[in-house]
């Protein structure tokens, strides 16, 4: 059964940065395209970043410029630099494959809270 781990979640000030870790196993990782998606309360899940097999990437314009995504397919890891974080950045942040539906396996997620 597919497992995917998010991890590197917290509590930081604005402006501030963290690094997410989504560490994927029983799944073809290296040949799927991937992303970070996240949810704030009272919000629909959003898709904020994905990355293909070969490494391009796109991202949602609320956070271009300051999010990062990459991934490393020896480790089957996937990672989101965070910077500049902004308060409305507070949401429960997973994983998943790009072409994810609410139905399918997710992960418990990591939260990030931007807050003073």
């Known amino acids: 059964q597919v497992q995917l781990v998010e991890s590197g979640g917290g509590l930081v000030q604005p402006g501030g940065s963290l690094r997410l870790s989504c560490a994927a196993s029983?799944?073809?990782?290296?040949?799927?395209?991937m992303a970070w998606y996240r949810q704030a309360p009272g919000k629909q899940r959003e898709l904020v970043a994905s990355?293909?097999?070969?490494?391009?990437?796109n991202y949602a314009d609320s956070v271009k410029g300051r999010f990062t995504i990459s991934r490393d397919n020896a480790k089957k890891t996937m990672y989101l630099q965070m910077n500049s974080l902004k308060p409305e950045d507070t949401a429960v942040y997973y994983c998943?494959?790009?072409?994810?539906?609410?139905?399918?396996?997710w992960g418990q997620g990591t939260q990030v809270t931007v807050s003073s």
């Open positions: 998943n494959t790009e072409k994810a539906r609410p139905g399918d396996y």
């Open positions: 029983r799944i073809s990782f290296s040949i799927l395209n």
């Open positions: 990355i293909t097999s070969g490494s391009w990437t």
